[in-house]
């Protein structure tokens, strides 16, 4: 079983797991509209919220293919939560995994969740030696697309409306890096 350090200090962010105090931060971006958009579940009440804070509070370590890790990405100094971050393991033997990431859109713009999303690939390569991590995006989400690319990721794929998504066909971009991409970007950086 892997559990990351915590907490996880950036410049300007706590990174931690989630706890029950979180549920308001939380709530205050799950339940916006434009920020499920691209997302497989839809703007969330109050009490969805709290059920899907409860998996997350489950989620604090990576053992075995299928596993999630959930961490909350804090303003330091003891800010809210404003960024909702996943770490998949896809598989084990094959030493793959996958990125994830919400982020309450009051805070877009300053690199937050580049620098949080940053350390979820640390994680991946250097905690629990990936080989290659990916992350997709439904091809509208340019904002997403942009963040993998920021994060040093080269796309690989662009689907052709691969999937039916909220009433209408969509495209799908995957993003992926190797561990010796990683590894030469963290030395040039």
């Known amino acids: ?5 915590y907490p996880i200090m950036t410049p300007r962010l706590v990174l931690r797991p989630f706890t029950e105090a979180d549920l308001d931060d939380l709530h205050a971006f799950h339940s916006l509209p434009e920020v499920t958009r691209y997302l497989y579940w839809d703007a969330r009440t109050r009490e969805e919220t709290k ?3 409860d998996r997350k509070i489950a989620c604090a370590s990576l053992g075995e293919d299928g596993d999630v890790l959930s961490v909350a990405a804090a303003l330091a100094g003891g800010g809210p939560v404003i960024g909702d971050l996943t770490l998949f393991l896809r598989s084990r033997e094959h030493r793959q995994g996958e990125i994830g990431f919400v982020f309450n859109p009051a805070y877009q713009g300053r690199g937050l969740a580049t620098e949080a ?3 979820i690939l640390r994680i991946g390569f250097e905690g629990l030696g990936l080989h290659r991590v990916h992350g997709n995006c439904d091809a509208r989400n340019t904002a997403s697309a942009r963040l993998m690319e920021r994060l040093g990721m080269r796309k690989e794929a662009h689907l052709v409306e ?3 998504f909220a009433g209408a066909w969509s495209d799908e971009l995957v993003y992926a890096m190797l561990a010796r991409e990683w590894h030469a970007g963290a030395a040039s950086a």
Do not use: D, G, I, Y
């Not at 079983?1 to 350090?5: E, G, H, I, L, V």
């Open 1 to 5: 079983m892997f559990t990351p350090p």
């Open 51 to 53: 059920a899907a804070l």
């Open 117 to 119: 999303a940053r350390e």
């Open 162 to 164: 691969n999937e039916f």
